[in-house]
């Protein structure tokens, strides 16, 4: 069983930075792919920022330039480190990790993006 723990979300006025972090139960390159998602009111969950096969990233267009994904193998670590934030990057932002074709969600860290 993979458990997932994000932490680092908050209320940030727009044009601020956050940091999320979400640390794995086990070694973060065991899995297929680890990342980041978004889920605003109303809205379907959406891809923010991937780990894909191995060191490959993937970002949704709306975040690139803006965001950054990286990890730590050492502390079984990803983050996401938000700048230039905008009121519609607010949502849940959620973990996650795929391994042997399952998927595990963490339990969502809220980001409030508003002056």
């Known amino acids: 069983q993979v458990q997932l723990v994000e932490s680092g979300g908050g209320l940030v006025q727009p044009g601020g930075s956050l940091r999320l972090s979400c640390a794995a139960s086990?070694?973060?390159?065991?899995?297929?792919?680890m990342g980041w998602y978004c889920q605003a009111p109303g809205k379907q969950r959406e891809l923010v920022a991937t780990?894909?096969?191995?060191?490959?990233?993937n970002y949704a267009d709306s975040v690139k330039g803006r965001f950054t994904i990286s990890r730590d193998g050492a502390k079984n670590t990803v983050y996401l480190q938000m700048n230039s934030l905008k009121p519609e990057d607010t949502a849940v932002y959620y973990c996650?990790?795929?391994?042997?074709?399952?998927?595990?969600w963490g339990q969502g860290t809220q980001v409030t993006v508003s002056s």
């Open positions: 996650n990790a795929e391994i042997y074709g399952r998927r595990y």
């Open positions: 086990g070694s973060i390159f065991s899995f297929t792919a």
């Open positions: 780990f894909t096969s191995g060191s490959k990233t």
